[in-house]
């Protein structure tokens, strides 16, 4: 029983560095793409009301865009 728990925390801990090593990777990757000038947030798609002392912003777009690439990123890790 014992060697089956560490066994168990060994495969956790290598999933959860491995998942902490992709996610800065996917930091830094949108890093370089916001510095390249890549619009995030002010796609065609995006709705921007500014009227008197009101502003309303939404991303819809850059929403659908992101659901995509997270719903292909989890697609990969669930392999």
């Known amino acids: 029983m014992c060697s089956v728990v560490k066994r168990c925390r060994r495969v956790t801990g290598v999933f959860v560095g491995k998942t902490l090593v992709f ?3 996917g930091i830094a990757a949108l890093g370089l793409l916001v510095m ?10 995006d709705f921007a009301v ?3 002392n009101f502003s309303f912003y939404f991303p819809l777009a850059t929403s659908i865009i992101l659901s995509i690439i997270l719903t292909l990123i989890l697609a990969f890790f669930r392999r």
């Open 36 to 45: 390249a000038g890549v619009p995030f947030g002010r796609l065609p798609g």
């Open 50 to 52: 500014r009227r008197g």
């Open 23 to 25: 996610l800065g990777l």
